[in-house]
Structure formats: structure tokens, C-alpha cells
């Protein structure tokens, strides 16, 4: 009997910012511009591509990060590409590997992001994806004409509605529609065409989309809320869900109830893919790989690392007491709700001061895969085996050298054990992530 094939991990890559650590700009040999420099950044796409990454992803911000310009000025995501932009021209200079954007539900309208994901999937073959958020900076509202930042629970609401709108308008035209006929002069068959004419309670919109259906059908659908809501949109349209559990406990729960949702709203297990974010350092021992770290951390400044908590919390932390514990109550606001709530759970768990959590805040506080190339390779597969991720979302402490260490060195191990590619098998992201190409719903 022939050998059952291994579970497969998929791995992205998160590249917008180039790392979310704040001190990574600053660490010894790394590229201080690398979050705003394209040819730094094509040489990045370009060896996750030929180490075999399912996709580059890009985040977004609408603002620049809610925090005291003293912070600020030392945040070098301050100045980010858009990210269109930039996927545009990297499917230029990549073959394979998926080009995954962010969009807000919020602050645009439908009929803007069905046209740039189709045309991005259209430029690369097959190769988009739109990361579905609803923009939780309170500063993003002023630059779209509010004052005050749309209701959380509202701007899930609009993103139900959203989504419904951009897929329909993705449908517009069958996939055989465009019969370019030289000698009867039809370029495409008009029955063939489908008027969305949506008329909800927040969206209206005519339609069609005056682009052809996507090489995918539609680009490939990704999502990253945590919170209640967030999780009810992922299982009812999302894809792919980027997710943020703090450790293995955290990550099974989370993939127990997502996937569970997933079924209960008449979908496979297997048409969603869990990638938490993970962060990632690779030493020749595990000391070696604690003192990178340490080294880096020690690069965030206090002004930086009060900010980042303050972000996190989704109110002002620099009237705490730094020596003191978390305060009991803190503010209810329309920022992310499970950024939050990890906070307060990280507080209470450890028993942090506001000063500790706001330097592990400061740098990366999320889940860290740090030490050896066998260590963390045996922590991935294990998160795998046990059911915590379909793969993770690498973050890199530091460019260029801890994106090399990834792919010169963990992917080998990870490609040795059998549970990540060798080779790529389909040209578009969904065949990277095993996904089925959606039925046209006006033209099955």
C-alpha cells in the first residue's frame, strides 16, 4: 500500500511592514529603508517565491499608527506603500507565489474593490487575494470626512453586506461570456452578463463589473478578525483566516470553533485554511536565537513600547503607573476588540506591570517560534499534527538576515520532514492552498 501523504503545511509571508517588531529597522546588518524600498522588497518576494511560500501579504493602515508623535517618530512603518501598488508590480517581477492585499469594508466601496482584486488577479494569473478588515484605527475615520470612528458592531454589519456585493459583482460576466467573434463582430454573448442591481439596507449598487471573471473565479477570500463577529464573517466567507492565538491551548480552541462554525454554516472543513501569525528566529542553539531576540528587543524605546500598548488597549496607557499592575478597568472603544482582550488575559496570566507589558507590546508580543532550526520546525509540525493551524503567517524580526535564516534554513528542514512543498503543483493561490475555484452563482 502506497504511503498516506503527510498533512501539508502552508506558509505567508507578512510583509507589510516588513516586520511588525519595532526595533527591526534598527538591528545590526539589517536594511533600515526595507519597509519602503522596492527593489529590497521584489529581492524579498522573489526568495519567498523560490522557497515555495504560498503568499506574500500585505496589511494596511488608513492613518498613521494612532500614537504620540514621540513614538511615532521612531516607528518605521511611517511611511508604507499602498498596496496595490505594489502587488501590481510585484506580479511583475514573480511567477507563483499569491499576492494578498488589504482592503477595508469600512472606508471604500465595493464596487472599487471588486475591480482593483479582479484586476490584480487578472495582471498576476491567478494569483490574488483581498484580506477583508473593517479598520480598527479611530484615526482612519477623520481622513474619510467622520469625526467619530464607526460602531464595531456596525462595521460588521457593513462588511457582511460588503462582501455579498464584491462576489456578486465578481459574477458578473460567465466565464465563457467573452467569445471575441472577429467575423460576426460579437466580442462577448450579452446573456451571458449579469446586473447585480443590489439594493440593501447600507449598499447600493448597479452594476455589472466592467472586468471579465477573475482566472480564480473570485480572489482568494481572507480574513483576520478574532472577535465574535470577526469570527461569524470568517466562517461564513472567509478562506483563509490570519489569527493571533498566544500559544498551542489558544491556537485549538480557536481552530476547534472557527472550523466548527464553518460546518455549521454548511461549509467543509477544508475550505478554510488557519494561519496564525508567527514570529520566528533562528539561531545555531537556542541561546543563539534568545540573544538575536534580547538584542532586539533592547532596540524599542519606552516612548515606542508605551505606544504600541496603547494601541493595543485602544486608549491612552501613558497615565499608568509603569510599575504597577494593569488597571482594573479599562475603557470600552471601538478598536479591535480581541487586541484588547489579549492584553488584559496577558496581564492577569503573568502578572505583568504596565512598564513589562508594554515592552513585550513594544516589540512583538504575539506567539514566537524562537531557537534552533529543529526546534522550530518540531513547534510547526506539532501545531500541524495537533490540529492548533493549517500553516502560519511567518513574521521576520529583521530583514534581511531573518527572512534568510527562514528560507535558506527552516524551509529545507520543514521540506526534509514532508510537510511543506517542494515544488509548487498549480500556478494560482488557491491551488497553492488547496482551495476549489466558486461556481459562478448567476451562471452555474
Not at 513600547?305 to 494601541?311: H, M, P, W, Y
Not at 504575539?366 to 529543529?374: M, P
Not at 493551524?389 to 535558506?408: E, I, K, T, W
Request: aromatic share 10%.
Amino acid at each position: 500500500m502506497a504511503e498516506q501523504k503527510k498533512k501539508q503545511l502552508h506558509l505567508g509571508a507578512f510583509m507589510r511592514p516588513v516586520s511588525l517588531h519595532t526595533g527591526a529597522w534598527r538591528y545590526p546588518g539589517a536594511y533600515p529603508d526595507a519597509n519602503f524600498n522596492f527593489q529590497h522588497i521584489k529581492s524579498f518576494a522573489q526568495k519567498l517565491e523560490k522557497a515555495k511560500f504560498d503568499a506574500f501579504f500585505m496589511a494596511d493602515h488608513l492613518a498613521v499608527l494612532n500614537m504620540p508623535v514621540e513614538a511615532l517618530k521612531r516607528s518605521h512603518t511611517v511611511t508604507s506603500f499602498e498596496p496595490f501598488t505594489l502587488l501590481s508590480s510585484l506580479a511583475a517581477v514573480t511567477e507563483r507565489i499569491g499576492l494578498v492585499a488589504t482592503a477595508s469594508t469600512t472606508f471604500d466601496e465595493p464596487y472599487h474593490i471588486a475591480r482593483r482584486f479582479a484586476s490584480l488577479d487578472h495582471l498576476s494569473g491567478g494569483r490574488a487575494g483581498w484580506n477583508i478588515v473593517t479598520t480598527a484605527n479611530p484615526d482612519a475615520a477623520q481622513n474619510f470626512g467622520l469625526d467619530e470612528h464607526v460602531d464595531h458592531g456596525d462595521r460588521y454589519v457593513r462588511a457582511r453586506e460588503f462582501y455579498d456585493v464584491v462576489t456578486g459583482l465578481w459574477d458578473s460576466f460567465a466565464d465563457d461570456a467573452f467569445v471575441r467573434n472577429v467575423e460576426s463582430g460579437i466580442f462577448f454573448e450579452p446573456e451571458r452578463m449579469h446586473v447585480l442591481d443590489h439594493k440593501g439596507p447600507q449598499l447600493k449598487v448597479r452594476g455589472p463589473l466592467n472586468i471579465a471573471r477573475a482566472p480564480q473565479g473570485w480572489p482568494v477570500i481572507v480574513q483576520a478578525g478574532q472577535s465574535e463577529p470577526g469570527r461569524q464573517l470568517a466562517a461564513e466567507t472567509a478562506e483563509v483566516v490570519f489569527c493571533a492565538p498566544r500559544d498551542l491551548e489558544a491556537g485549538k480552541a480557536f481552530f476547534a470553533d472557527v472550523k466548527g462554525r464553518l460546518e455549521a454554516a454548511g461549509r467543509d472543513r477544508d475550505d478554510m485554511k488557519l494561519l496564525p501569525a508567527a514570529f520566528v528566529i533562528i539561531g545555531d542553539t537556542a541561546e543563539e536565537a534568545q540573544a538575536k531576540r534580547l538584542k532586539l528587543d533592547s532596540l524599542v524605546h519606552y516612548d515606542s513600547a508605551i505606544a504600541s500598548l496603547s494601541i493595543a488597549l485602544g486608549c491612552d496607557a501613558s497615565a499608568f503607573p509603569p510599575d504597577a499592575p494593569l488597571p482594573a478597568e479599562i475603557p470600552e472603544t471601538n478598536a479591535s476588540k480581541s487586541g484588547r482582550e489579549g492584553v488584559i488575559k496577558l496581564a492577569a496570566k503573568e502578572g505583568l506591570t504596565v512598564r513589562q507589558l508594554a515592552q513585550r507590546y513594544g516589540g512583538y508580543s504575539g506567539l514566537a517560534f524562537v531557537g534552533t532550526v529543529e526546534t522550530v520546525a518540531d513547534e510547526m509540525e506539532k501545531w500541524l499534527v495537533e490540529e492548533g493551524s493549517d500553516g502560519f503567517n511567518v513574521v521576520f524580526p529583521f530583514l534581511p538576515q531573518g527572512l534568510d535564516d527562514v528560507v535558506d534554513r527552516l524551509v529545507p528542514e520543514l521540506q526534509r520532514r514532508g510537510i511543506f512543498r517542494q515544488d509548487y503543483e498549480g500556478a494560482t493561490l488557491r491551488e497553492h492552498l488547496g482551495l476549489k475555484r466558486p461556481e459562478n452563482r448567476f451562471f452555474p
